[in-house]
């Protein structure tokens, strides 16, 4: 069946209203979902946010949500322009004009769409991930600052990407007819780099990771991997990378044997018996193959997209329909820029129904790794461990599950508590009954100490350390790792934008408590003598982008301000935290 330019001009209307009326629609879910989560605190999490800062949170989610949804006006907008509005005849004109060579023309063509995209978004790229944050006080960067750096990073990115689109072109154009098939293998063997790249560049942080100085946690570690079919070679800890935004820790290497980085903000605000749990989520991953699944699945969307691409990328009906004409579809050569822009503008909406189905599949594998780990595990130690590490506190802990669905791959940390929950009492096993795997053995008592002392882990991210940095941040990490003055869990400094904060206070934060949250007891210990180096400036790498407010304390002050702040903790919520 051959497919007109009626065809293809009312198929793709039809996929653009679906796309703006389902988002229209999933955002007065998630409005809705979050006004009524207001109404009370999930029991978790109870003690750790107060009612007026849920309440803010609430309302923050329902704009930040609206604000999204202007996004996708303006995406829609954009679309339209540039195929009805015949926006991409008049760059191909426009790039026509420039050469005659026909690789140069596509790559043009290219360029321009990717520059005109990337302007016509700033502006309301700062609407919705500045100043909304802005307004409710989560945003604690200068307007000017972060205009001009959003710049900066958008003007490198179109910068990197002419060079890799020529690279492409030239390599689509050499292999004539079947252009799509090596489109295609290039996505496949990006996909199995960036897993194996993922999986083994844990092997290679030798200069920033540390190996722990516990032979009690090492041995605990060792001998739980063990049972759960792991070789543990070694076990590090490290300050958090800013690509990893989403990890607490890393298995890294193939096979059996991994080693295990373990990240400082988790080190420091986890029990044993929690490490344990975050241990067996991720080897349930690896038992199950996740990351090959996750291989197959991108391949298999790939392979669809490229595969339309290919279908319909000598079609003259094809362009007529998205509103480009004079395509010199009659001049020798692949024609793969032309379909490609195409693609940029149009393939978003038309595959937007494939959204959602990637998504549940990466959920899933969350919730699959979940149930592991609580099945060799304490799930209440799981469960604390997610609360713990749990930093978005300015968006609703109850988001609707059709908008997550959407929108992240990754389920909402209240989802995931709550599917433990519901299983362990579909199961009747209490939550503290630990079902640890045969041949593995520890007190009880051994899984609610701390991961590692205060002192072991300045030690740990101190060592290597030369001995001017070491003075100079002396009093720093004195300030830091001391401080327990947080409200309601949220860091300040961070941006409301995703689930991850800074990494410079990733350490230092972690040790900071509420009012209503027990302090643990190597907090209240006296400061070693010793003088230990911040977390945050353990990697050798300082962070530039940290805007926490310096605050400067005596000891006759400090008290006071530790009280006062403790004591409003429950009714201001400060800077939220992927």
């Not at 790559?107 to 995209?117: D, R, S």
């Not at 693609?343 to 959602?356: H, K, Q």
């Not at 299983?423 to 009880?444: H, I, M, N, T």
């Amino acid at each position: 069946m051959t497919l007109s330019a009626n065809n293809f001009e009312h198929l793709f209307l039809g996929a653009l209203a679906l796309f703006v009326v389902l988002e229209c629609v999933l955002t007065m879910l998630q409005t809705h979902a979050a006004d009524r989560a207001a109404r009370h605190l999930p029991e978790p999490f109870v003690g750790r946010l107060s009612e007026a800062a849920h309440r803010k949170a609430a309302d923050y989610t329902g704009e930040t949500a609206q604000a999204a949804l202007l996004l996708t006006f303006l995406g829609a907008a954009f679309a339209l322009l540039m195929t009805f509005g015949h926006g991409l005849t008049f760059l191909t004109a426009l790039a026509m004009g420039l050469s005659s060579n026909m690789l140069v023309v596509q790559w043009t063509l290219l360029a321009l769409l990717l520059g005109a995209a990337a302007l016509l978004e700033f502006p309301f790229g700062w609407f919705a991930r500045f100043r909304v944050a802005e307004r409710y006080g989560y945003m604690r960067r200068e307007r000017g600052p972060w205009l001009a750096r959003t710049a900066r990073e958008t003007l490198a990115g179109w910068l990197v990407a002419l060079p890799l689109v020529a690279v492409l072109m030239a390599l689509l154009e050499a292999t004539g007819e079947y252009w799509w098939v090596a489109g295609w293998v290039l996505w496949v063997l990006y996909l199995v780099w960036r897993w194996g790249f993922s999986t083994a560049k844990g092997l290679f942080w030798g200069r920033r990771a540390k190996p722990v100085d516990d032979p009690a946690l090492v041995a605990l570690a060792r001998d739980y991997l063990a049972a759960l079919g792991i070789e543990m070679t070694d076990l590090c800890i490290m300050t958090r990378p800013r690509s990893w935004d989403h990890s607490h820790l890393v298995l890294a290497g193939f096979g059996r044997r991994r080693r295990v980085v373990l990240f400082a903000h988790a080190a420091a605000r986890l029990s044993r018996g929690e490490l344990l749990a975050l241990l067996a989520h991720d080897v349930g991953h690896i038992r199950h193959g996740h990351a090959f699944l996750r291989v197959v699945l991108f391949s298999l969307v790939g392979a669809l997209l490229f595969w339309a691409a290919g279908q319909f990328g000598d079609s003259p009906e094809f362009y007529a329909g998205f509103g480009l004409a004079d395509v010199p579809l009659d001049r020798p050569g692949t024609h793969a820029g032309f379909m490609i822009a195409c693609a940029i503008v149009a393939f978003p909406v038309l595959f937007y129904p494939l959204r959602p189905v990637v998504n549940l599949f990466s959920r899933l594998m969350q919730y699959d790794a979940d149930r592991f780990a609580a099945q060799v595990a304490r799930p209440d130690d799981l469960v604390r461990a997610l609360v713990r590490l749990h930093r978005d506190y300015a968006t609703t802990l109850a988001p609707s599950r059709l908008y997550s669905l959407f929108h992240y791959r990754r389920p909402h940390a209240g989802m995931r508590i709550e599917a433990i929950l519901t299983r362990a009492k579909a199961e009747g096993r209490p939550l503290d009954e630990a079902r640890f795997p045969y041949g593995f053995s520890v007190l009880l008592a051994e899984l609610d100490r701390p991961v590692l002392e205060r002192s072991a882990l300045a030690r740990a991210l101190a060592d290597g350390r030369e001995e001017r940095e070491e003075t100079e941040s002396r009093r720093t990490v004195d300030e830091a790792l001391d401080d327990r003055r947080y409200a309601v869990g949220l860091e300040v400094g961070n941006d409301p934008a995703g689930a991850e904060g800074n990494l410079k206070n990733d350490t230092a934060a972690a040790l900071r408590t509420t009012k209503d949250e027990a302090v643990p007891d190597f907090l209240l210990r006296t400061p070693p003598k010793t003088p230990s180096v911040p977390a945050e400036k353990a990697d050798g790498e300082g962070n530039e982008d940290d805007e926490t407010p310096k605050t400067e304390t005596t000891k006759e002050g400090d008290g006071a301000r530790a009280k006062n702040n403790a004591d409003t903790a429950l009714s201001q919520p400060g800077a939220k935290d992927s």
